[in-house]
């Protein structure tokens, strides 16, 4: 029976090596989903899948396959990973927060918490919760919490945010 729709443009082939870190990828439990979903339609394509045949058995719809194609002949195993975001705080902003999270206790409480710290800030609190992870930073275990001595610490968050 023949595929309903537009034909493929582009045939996508792999190599021996790319297909089989495609397999690794998809077969991954601990990769995101989004790149294990990347990777299973870029194999799916490459055995000859349909577009809509892909979309019906991986559970997502047809531009998503079209993008991840797409991504992956303009970028190849790169495309897989996605884009970089770009920042949208700069780093004065999130040293004034581990400087606020660090250096004092909240008015209203006995220690920080991702809102009072965001409420302090004025950053969300996916911004505030994201940094404290980034960083290690846990301010509510106050008995094991210790503020770093290092002389260094301020330039080596600025260089770990700046990335």
């Given at each position: 029976m023949a595929g309903i729709g537009r034909p493929q443009e582009r045939v996508l082939c792999l190599n021996d090596g790319e297909r089989e870190e495609l397999?690794?990828?998809s077969r991954s439990h601990s990769?995101?989903?989004?790149?294990?979903?990347?990777?299973?339609?870029?194999l799916a394509s490459a055995d000859g899948e349909t577009n809509t045949a892909i979309a019906?058995?991986?559970?997502t719809t047809n531009p998503t396959v079209c993008h991840s194609r797409k991504?992956?002949?303009?970028?190849g195993l790169v495309g897989l990973y996605g884009e970089a975001r770009p920042r949208t705080h700069d780093e004065e902003?999130?040293?004034?927060?581990?400087?606020?999270?660090?250096e004092g206790k909240p008015a209203d409480g006995t220690h920080w918490t991702v809102r009072s710290a965001a409420a302090a800030t004025g950053l969300?609190?996916?911004?505030v919760g994201r940094m404290l992870t980034l960083f290690?930073?846990?301010?509510?275990?106050?008995?094991?919490?210790?503020?770093?001595?290092?002389?260094?610490?301020?330039?080596?968050v600025k260089d770990i945010v700046g990335l």
């Open positions: 397999e690794r990828i990769a995101p989903h989004s790149v294990v979903r990347r990777a299973q339609i870029v019906r058995r991986l559970g991504r992956w002949f303009e970028q902003r999130i040293a004034q927060l581990l400087r606020t999270v660090l969300s609190k996916t911004t290690g930073v846990q301010p509510h275990r106050s008995k094991s919490f210790k503020l770093s001595t290092d002389p260094l610490f301020v330039d080596k």
